[in-house]
């Protein structure tokens, strides 16, 4: 059975995304194995400067890499990434387990991915041009997931 691991920045500080998050983990149950690894979101000096915004990154950076599995497919979510529909999502997942017995997800902080990070993906892939919350981000892809994973056994699910 393929493992999915979603690497986070940042906890949830709402009961509802746990909430949702807990209720699409628990769908995946029957088609793979997920994990949410979360990293310690850095905090930003008042006043930050762009060095100090470069800092965070890297030191969230240096984290997410000590936590991908070794031999995995390692795909980034960056705002710069390709786009896919669900189906070529659905298709992505399907070629990628075909090579890989686990799929790294990332999701990084406020501040996006370091540098190295993005580096390191096999992948990137993006939910569009829009910002959305970390939060959000990690309960979209777990939806997403669930989606490709019921697409790709040609079961059916809304639309």
């Known amino acids: ?21 807990a209720e699409y983990i628990k769908r ?6 997920v994990s949410v690894t979360e990293i310690k979101e850095e905090k930003l000096p008042a006043n930050a400067s762009a060095a100090d915004e470069r800092n965070v990154k890297e030191a969230e950076g240096r984290a997410i890499l000590a936590k991908l599995s070794k031999g995995g497919a390692v795909i980034a979510m960056d705002i710069r ?4 529909s669900s189906e070529d999502f659905a298709d992505k997942i399907r070629q990628t387990a075909f ?10 902080g406020s501040l996006g ?3 190295e990070v993005i580096r390191r993906a096999d992948f990137r892939m993006s939910f569009g041009r829009i910002t959305l919350p970390h ?6 892809l777990l939806e997403q997931i669930y989606r490709a994973f019921k697409i790709n056994a040609g079961e059916t699910y809304h639309k």
């Open 1 to 21: 059975m393929l493992d999915i691991r979603i690497i986070c920045v940042g906890k949830f500080k709402e009961k509802y995304w746990e909430a949702a998050s």
């Open 28 to 33: 995946l149950g029957a088609y793979c194995n």
């Open 81 to 84: 990434g390709k786009e896919l």
């Open 99 to 108: 090579t890989h017995s686990t799929i790294d997800f990332i999701i990084g």
């Open 113 to 115: 991915l370091s540098d």
């Open 135 to 140: 939060q959000l981000a990690r309960v979209v």
